[in-house]
Each structure stands twice: as structure tokens, then as C-alpha cells.
């Protein structure tokens, strides 16, 4: 595996008669983007709105956030499994629009725990300042669904054009000679190199049973997780488009783009390729239903990373609700028993081991715990200026908030190691 990232910088889009990179700003054909999106039979039309870093905008629901990425000629394939066939990720050139994303608006409130708004893009405001995704210029899309189609068919068109756009999009680039560029040192498990240095591997929830994945969701290289026993990925593959989010993002915590950017894989790299540790891969795992597909998901996990990744360290997270705490807790305490010491981010509930936490995380040898929470804090926040949204409906709702959450803000809590916001037990 050696994966290449060129980096062309965006600083500004606009509607023209081509879609190409000028300088740093990106003209976008939109007549050209729906067409191309429009072969899709599930989609009646599809509308774009532009919003930039500043603006008085608000968004939303949110369907996903994704880096505009396209592969070079002869490298593997954009979005495989999706896009594609189910080739590895992860290889040859990557061309990204850095400083942009493709925002895909839903339908539909997503309700739940989120409330009635979902996730949203907050542009301007307090609520903004700690958002990953406030300083990114974005092509915001409303994808309209063809009259009767079902629900998990209109979410993958969804996620499909989503996709191909950001694929479209950072086509642009490569024709151009980047403004920088990254290649990723080789990752070896085995044993040759860096004898002095800790073996430290990544251990990373990817969905959660708590949901039942719909039939044609595409999750790793386009398969919805069902019956998946966890499995050894090299990073690239995660920062490559061999993963994409679930269909509810909200439940996650983690849109496309936080794959594409893992914060925790990106770190692990740099002190990779700064001589701190040995970075040895990563092990894909789901959050079980019951105590047996716990069981027996956790130890397939801490197996992967002893005996297949022969670490020395590893870094747990993970996806969704309460449940997925105890299989986290669960990995993490068969891996400390081995001898493999971890570190672990969780969220509020688990922030101490009082009442309701230690009935899902009361181990003591998992001791180093990171706290990415922050689903408590809330905002007031004026009325925006521009609401973009799919409905007049659910405009009037979002045009209408004077409190925002930091759960309904996209790009401030995360479960992969993006939260924006940091809190401390005294």
C-alpha cells in the first residue's frame, strides 16, 4: 500500500459554463453535475446552493458531509464497492479539493434523540465556532426522489450521488499540479524495522447492531456490515473511501468526511513518520446486539490485534449509543489482560463510573479515557439569515431555532476522535 493525497486549495466556488479549478477557486457546471446525477432513475431532480465560510446560513438535516476526492489513472478506485467494484482502497494517487465538501441535505427530520431538526450546518454564530465544518466552503445538494420509491433505495441514491459528486468535483483537479501533497509511509505488521519503538494499533466501531443496517446500505466497500466478524484494514483504506458512514450519521457521529480526514489515523501517522511509535494497523469492528455477538466480536478484535498486529498499545472507539460503551469496555479489558495497553474515547455516559456508567464501563485496568463528549452543551443562537432545506417545512423549522445542541451541530461531537469540544471530571 502507498497512498498519495494531492491537496489543491479552494478558497472560493462559483456557478460558470464548465466546472474547473481556477486558481483556487472552483467554477461548477451545474447543468453538467445534475445531468450526470440525474442517470440515476431513483432521483426526480436535484438542487445545489452555495454556502462559504461566514455566511449568516443554516442548513439541514444533514445526510452526509464528503471531501471532494478522485483517483489518478491507475491508481485504485473512487469509492470502490460503491462506485465500483469492491477493489482494495487505499493505493496510487488521490486528488482532494481541500477547503470544500459536498453537503447532502435529507428529506426528512431525522427525530430520535437528535430532536425534530437532525444534524445541521451552522455557518456563523457561537454554534459555528466549533465546527469542523464552518470553515469549508460547501456545495449543498437536495436530492429529490422519484415518486414511490422505497426508503432504503431512495438513501442509497442518496449516498450515490453524494459520491459522485464529490468524485466530479475534485476531477477538476487533476489536471493541475497540486498546491501540496502527502504520502503516507508504508505500514508493515510484521516484524522487520522499528525494534525500539511501541507497536500501536487502532481499533475502530464502524456500526452499531443497535440499528438494523437497511438491505443495500453501503458501509466497507459497499456492504451494509450484516453478520461481520471484525476485520484487519490497513489505514489507507479507511482514509481512501473503502468506508463511508452509515445512513444515520446522528447515530454515529461521523460524516464521510471525518473517514476521509480519521483524526486518530492521522495522528497515529504523523508519529508514525515522526519516529514516536510504530503504527502496525487497524482492526474494523461493529458494536453487538446481545451478549453472545458481543462476546464473541470482542474477542475476535483483541485476537486481531495481538496475534495478527502483535501490538504493544491500542487506541479503542466507538460508534453510536450506550450499548457500544460495553463492547469498547469489553475489547479494551481482553486486551489490557494480554498485556496490550489501551486508550479509549467514549462519550457522557461513560465520563466517570457512577450509577447508570458502570453498568456499561467498570473496568479498572481500562484506565486511560478520553472524553469527547460535549452532547450537553448548547447554544443560543440567533435566526439565521439564509435556511437551506429540502422542504418549506422543514425550512420554517430551522429558520425557527433559537437553542441549538451540540448533537445537532455537524462537526462538533464526534466519536472517532473529532469532537470539537473537551471536557474535564474534577
Known amino acids: ?31 453538467e453535475l445534475r445531468g450526470l446525477l440525474l442517470e440515476d432513475e431513483a432521483l426526480s431532480d436535484v438542487a445545489f446552493e452555495l454556502a462559504a465560510p461566514g455566511d449568516d446560513c443554516r442548513a439541514g438535516p444533514v445526510f452526509d458531509i464528503i471531501e471532494p476526492r478522485a483517483k489518478a489513472s491507475g491508481s485504485s478506485p473512487d469509492f470502490p464497492g460503491i462506485l465500483g467494484p469492491p477493489l482494495t482502497a ?41 465546527s469542523c465544518y464552518s470553515r469549508l466552503h460547501h456545495l449543498v445538494m437536495i436530492p429529490r426522489m422519484a415518486p414511490g420509491k422505497e426508503a ?3 438513501q442509497r441514491a442518496k449516498r450515490v450521488a453524494g459520491l459522485k459528486a464529490a468524485v466530479y468535483l475534485a476531477r477538476a483537479g487533476a489536471s493541475q499540479p497540486p498546491g501540496a501533497s ?13 525494534p525500539d519503538l511501541p507497536r500501536v494499533a487502532y481499533v475502530g466501531q464502524i456500526f452499531s447492531r443497535q440499528r438494523r443496517a437497511e438491505l443495500d446500505e453501503p458501509v466497507l466497500y459497499g456492504h451494509n456490515t450484516t453478520g461481520m ?57 461493529i ?47 481482553l486486551l ?38 460535549g452532547n450537553d452543551t448548547r447554544w443560543q443562537v440567533p435566526a439565521a ?20 445542541g451540540a448533537s445537532n451541530v455537524a462537526g462538533v461531537t464526534n466519536q472517532q476522535g473529532a469532537s470539537r469540544l473537551r471536557a474535564m471530571v474534577y
Open 90 to 130: 487505499g493505493m496510487g494517487t488521490t486528488h482532494v479539493l481541500s477547503g470544500m465538501a459536498v453537503t447532502v441535505l435529507d428529506e426528512h427530520a431525522a427525530g430520535g434523540s437528535r430532536g425534530n431538526i437532525g444534524r445541521v450546518l451552522e455557518m456563523t454564530g457561537p454554534a459555528a465556532e466549533g
Open 152 to 154: 432504503h433505495a431512495a
Open 182 to 194: 502527502q504520502t503516507f509511509e508504508p505500514v508493515n505488521p510484521g516484524p522487520p524495522g522499528r
Open 336 to 373: 489490557e489482560s494480554a498485556g496490550i495497553r489501551t486508550s479509549v474515547m467514549v462519550s457522557d455516559v461513560s465520563r466517570d463510573r457512577r450509577v447508570e456508567s458502570a453498568l456499561l464501563f467498570n473496568f479498572p485496568e481500562v484506565n486511560a479515557i478520553v472524553y469527547g463528549g
Open 229 to 285: 466478524l471484525p476485520v484487519l484494514l490497513h489505514p489507507d483504506e479507511w482514509l481512501d473511501g473503502g468506508l463511508v458512514t452509515s445512513y444515520y450519521t446522528s447515530m454515529g457521529g461521523a460524516e464521510t468526511y471525518l473517514y476521509q480526514n480519521h483524526p486518530i489515523i492521522t495522528e497515529l501517522y504523523r508519529r508514525h513518520h515522526a519516529r514516536e511509535l510504530n503504527f502496525v494497523g487497524t482492526v474494523a469492528s
Open 1 to 31: 500500500m502507498n497512498l498519495t493525497l494531492a491537496y489543491h486549495p479552494v478558497r472560493a466556488l462559483r456557478s460558470g459554463p464548465s466546472t474547473r479549478l481556477d486558481g483556487d477557486t472552483l467554477d461548477i457546471d451545474r447543468d
Open 385 to 404: 439569515g439564509r435556511v437551506i432545506a429540502a422542504t418549506p417545512a422543514i425550512g420554517e423549522i430551522l429558520a425557527g431555532v433559537r437553542e441549538l
Open 287 to 333: 458494536a453487538g446486539s446481545d451478549n453472545t455477538d458481543r462476546d464473541r466480536n470482542c474477542r475476535t478484535a483483541a485476537a486481531l490485534v495481538q496475534w495478527a498486529l502483535n501490538a504493544d498499545a491500542a487506541v479503542l472507539t466507538k460508534y453510536g449509543g450506550g450499548v457500544p460503551h460495553a463492547d469498547l469496555a469489553e475489547t479494551a479489558r
